[in-house]
């Protein structure tokens, strides 16, 4: 349920429903919103005297809400969340619209503070890369590690670039915490309810994207553990799912994007990449995800795709990146966004 409260309550009437609601054994979450105070209480409601509670001073109304995702939802909160991420604090689920572009896999300095370059001087805002590869199969290249994670970092100093990295699990979280702006959890991972949580518990954005065949509710269930755990900075990422199509990687449905507009506040990417699987593709999906309201793209881009360690085949050049640039933009201001 949520506590709406009066205009112009007082902290102090924040702090005395606060105080009621935990004595009922509710979790409270506080949603500062610009005209009143929401808030939202999870836990067994069963036991709670709702009327004790409207009586409180300067509680206006107590509505219950009705998506099994709490914090997530609109019935919580209407406004839209902005999340700044990197040096440069770009907010995400802001007007413009926002690339994060870069290799799959950091494969060496070189490699990545080439593509980092080109990437910024295009547009970019963030700078993607794994230095740790969940890959389908065991002898596949796995990624540089903390190698990897350390010309991020570089390519952060170099370039003021946000850093976009995936963890893969609860041993290298702290390494990745250490050296990136975003965690990434990968569709492989939406589920890993323990990962979810300890997310939850870093001060820092995290990019989820949507598991290969979650359903839009589990994947908001998803974000509401790393919510619920304690971190409101969640950007959701469509990466494809899996149907029975297979000229495509995966298939790329972007009627989620108005619908997850509809459903929550969290800001919303579309990754055209894994979406599609084939770079000749690549373009015109960030096309089609700009003009449906994406907050933003997640784009693998490698200077070398045909000797790329990892998913070369749907990597576009940094010259190809560089060049759906002016058509992007005019799609984002016929929309009133910008890039
Ligand atoms: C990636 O972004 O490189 C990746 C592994 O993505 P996904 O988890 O969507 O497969
Ligand atoms: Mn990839």
Request: one cysteine or more; a neutral charge; aromatic letters at 4%.
């Amino acid at each position: 349920m949520i506590v709406v409260m009066r205009p112009h309550a007082s902290e102090e009437h924040v702090r005395h429903v606060v105080d009621l609601i935990r004595e009922y054994g509710l979790k409270e979450h506080i949603i500062y919103g610009t005209d009143r105070t929401v808030i939202a209480c999870i836990g067994d409601k069963r036991t709670v005297d709702k009327g004790a509670i409207e009586n409180a001073p300067m509680v206006d109304r107590i509505v219950p809400i009705l998506s099994p995702y709490k914090m997530a939802s609109t019935e919580v909160k209407k406004a839209r969340t902005e999340i700044p991420i990197g040096p440069g604090r770009f907010p995400i689920g802001g007007k413009k619209v926002g690339l994060i572009a870069g290799p799959c896999s950091v494969e060496s300095r070189e490699q990545l503070l080439k593509i980092a370059d080109a990437v910024k001087s295009a547009g970019g805002i963030g700078l993607r890369g794994g230095a740790y590869k969940p890959r389908t199969s065991p002898y596949s290249f796995q990624g540089l590690g903390v190698e990897g994670l350390k010309i991020l970092a570089e390519a952060r100093d170099r370039t003021g670039l946000a850093i976009v990295t995936e963890v893969t699990s609860l041993e290298n979280l702290e390494a990745v915490a250490q050296y990136a702006d975003v965690l990434q959890i990968g569709a492989r991972n939406m589920q890993h309810f323990p990962l979810l949580e300890a997310c939850g518990k870093v001060a820092k954005p995290v990019l989820l994207k949507r598991g290969i065949s979650a359903t839009l509710e589990e994947w908001l269930l998803a974000a509401e553990y790393i919510i619920n755990a304690g971190n409101q900075q969640v950007i959701l990422c469509e990466r494809g799912i899996r149907t029975f199509e297979d000229y495509v990687r995966n298939t790329l449905p972007l009627a989620v994007v108005p619908e997850l507009h509809d459903k929550t506040h969290l800001p919303v990417l579309v990754d055209p990449s894994h979406s599609t699987g084939h770079a000749h593709l690549v373009p015109a999906m960030c096309r089609a995800a700009a003009a449906a309201g994406a907050d933003g793209l997640l784009i693998e881009v490698h200077h070398d795709p045909e000797h790329a360690a990892s998913d070369g085949a749907q990597s576009i050049t940094p010259a190809q990146f560089a060049d759906m640039m002016p058509t992007l933009r005019r799609i984002a201001q016929a929309i009133g966004r910008d890039l």
